[in-house]
């Protein structure tokens, strides 16, 4: 079940919520249309009425994008530690376990192999409702094992990806995660893998400073909020009214940063014209 | 104020006590309490002020920012400006010149001094995309002619501008990541002032990276880390505490693979004297990559980052 989404990362114009109460998670923050789960999935967690595309979790993407059936998780049993012993208001340790109970996922990142109309690739999927799909050390684990899998079996590699960035609880080693995922991205590059971007709503920060961007093709859904820093922040350091698709990937469009948006409808029949497009590798 | 702490933990370990979570370690998490409770009676936690000490130093107005040391340490240095694109970007210097007899290609962050219009200038050292963008330019310069690549990491962060995400700021660096990934010549990082998050990485995907002693190197800013984990800016000493950004502790990790001694009252009480010691530490590592091919490098380069990380299997 997708989560809500943290506010400090949220697009400042979202609707507020009405008399300050939280949305029900299937009413749409556009246009108020509810639908039952089953509406919802059918459509796959689009709004019928205005086109507003809700968050999706790792398992029900991949239940969207893939074959059926073809999905074969590796590097599973990767769990985060506590390398600081990190405590804030509450302790790393807690949260992580808070998370895993919400999510029933391990880390915020579920990575393996896959099949879209046969054609065989390697897949990380990120889910938001993990921490904000922050990456720590076994997502950038984890994204840096599939690259290496990419090579050794000579398939492209698609990472769908939303995350608020680099897992502060983890410290300085969130920050190495960056360039980690970054040199991975590189090897594949050199081996000649095809690598396939797909942004979410939202891929942010840390996530922009490394592999997101790096694809040899980075497509993004539609409203996607793709920025290195948000909209908060960058509104209280310029301290004017920003553009009212600030950081949206409408903008990031505009200004040539993104190969093509694409609708969830779409994004399945898209990735398998890729596939085919880039071919067999090697 | 670490009663209060130890207040709090010891509220919370009992909590642990009571609760039983099943899948996440939390019997380490009482473990580690407890040895926190421990530690707090023996009174030998590394100390509160200590790591606030190096933030402080870190950013002292007064502290030799890169075009001090280039001009005590490179001789015939020429700079280059510009992306080619669109501007240049006071915030990030580069350029060629010699050391230690042989050419070299020399980045970095640039803040400003002195007064508000200098430091604006230099955009506080806060870099937009088109500093990263000139970066990439002379490194790929170095790269064809076979210069060694030095950095010098001293940024608050990445400019957080509307211009600068309209002009793709994460992707930038990414880019001049991917770019020292890429290089087949020596690469030596030294974090001299701030390694604030992307804004440093980005300059810091080195052979080696050595850190200045009084420097700090971390993901998000201690206000930044206080307002979003403590909903409060005010508690940023408690969260450098926290996540410790300090040299020593960069070290532990393995995230450096040296401290760079500074004068005993910090790198801004004796310009000429922090210069001397960063000069003698930059030589020895440049002299230690000099026998490996530029294959071997790009290969240690990758590798050296491929192991961060903790976590369990």
């Known amino acids: 079940m997708a989560g809500r989404i943290d506010v400090s990362i949220e697009h400042k114009n979202s609707p507020p919520e009405p008399g300050g109460s939280k949305k029900h998670p299937n009413t749409c923050p556009k246009c108020n249309s509810h639908y039952r789960d089953d509406e919802l999935a059918a459509n796959l967690r689009v709004c019928a009425q205005c086109d507003y595309h809700f968050p999706v979790g790792a398992l029900e993407r991949i239940e969207q994008l893939l074959d059926d059936g073809s999905f074969i998780e590796e590097a599973a049993d990767l769990r985060s530690a506590d390398p600081l012993g990190f405590f804030d208001l509450r302790s790393y340790k807690e949260r992580i376990a808070e998370a895993e109970l919400k999510t029933g996922l391990g880390d915020a990142m579920l990575m393996g192999q896959g099949k879209i109309e046969g054609l065989d690739f390697q897949l990380t999927v990120m889910d938001f409702s993990f921490m904000a799909g922050s990456m720590g050390s076994v997502v950038g684990e984890k994204f840096v094992r599939a690259c290496e899998r990419a090579i050794e079996r000579k398939v492209p590699l698609i990472s769908v990806n939303a995350s608020g960035g680099a897992r502060m609880q983890e410290g300085i080693l969130s920050l190495m995660q960056v360039p980690k995922t970054v040199c991975a991205v590189e090897n594949m590059r050199d081996a000649g893998i095809p690598f396939i971007s797909v942004l979410t709503h939202p891929t942010t920060a840390g996530l922009l400073a490394s592999f997101a961007t790096l694809g040899d093709i980075t497509i993004a859904e539609p ?60 | 104020m670490s009663g209060e702490l130890e207040l709090k933990l010891r509220d919370r370990l009992a909590k642990l ?108 050292g806060m870099s937009n995309p088109e500093g990263y963008r000139k970066a990439m330019r002379v490194m790929d310069i170095a790269n064809r002619h076979g210069f060694p690549v030095i950095t010098f990491v001293d940024t608050p962060g990445a400019y957080p501008g509307v211009a600068a995400e309209q002009h793709g700021q994460g992707g930038a660096l990414a880019a001049s990541q991917a770019a020292m990934a ?112 530029g294959k071997d490098l790009r290969r240690d380069r990758r590798d050296r980052f491929r192991s961060h990380g903790v976590f369990a299997s």
């Open chain 1, 223 to 282: 409203g996607t909020l793709m920025c290195f820093t948000g909209p908060r922040v960058v509104q209280q350091t310029v301290r004017e009214d920003l553009p009212d698709d600030f950081g949206l990937a409408e903008s990031n469009f505009r200004f040539g940063h993104l190969d093509a948006i694409v609708r969830r409808r779409e994004l399945k029949p898209t990735l398998a014209k890729l596939l085919r497009l880039f071919g067999h590798v090697g």
């Open chain 2, 17 to 124: 006590k009571r609760l039983h979570l099943p899948g996440a370690g939390i019997s380490d998490e009482v473990r580690r309490i407890e040895q926190q409770l421990e530690k707090m009676d023996s009174g030998d936690e590394r100390d509160e002020d200590e790591i606030w000490r190096s933030v402080e130093f870190a950013r002292h107005p007064e502290r030799p920012y890169t075009l001090d040391y280039i001009e005590r340490l490179i001789g015939d240095w020429i700079e280059l400006h510009g992306d080619r694109a669109r501007m240049d970007d006071p915030a990030v210097v580069s350029g060629l010149g010699s050391f230690a007899g042989r050419t070299v290609a020399v980045i970095g962050h640039q803040k400003g001094r002195g007064d508000a219009v200098q430091r604006v200038k230099r955009n506080f």
């Open chain 2, 182 to 293: 890429r290089l087949t010549v020596p690469a030596v990082a030294c974090v001299i002032g701030e390694g604030g998050s992307g804004g440093a990485i980005a300059f810091a995907l080195a052979n080696r990276v050595l850190m200045q002693q009084f420097a700090i190197y971390s993901v998000i800013s201690p206000e930044g880390c206080a307002s979003i984990l403590w909903r409060d800016a005010g508690q940023a000493r408690k969260a450098a505490a926290a996540f410790r950004p300090d040299a020593v502790h960069c070290l532990e990790l393995g995230v450096i693979d040296s401290i760079i001694p500074e004068p005993k009252n910090g790198a801004h009480s004796d310009y000429d004297e922090a210069a001397k010691l960063l000069g003698s530490s930059l030589r020895a590592t440049l002299d230690e990559l000099k026998k490996m091919s």
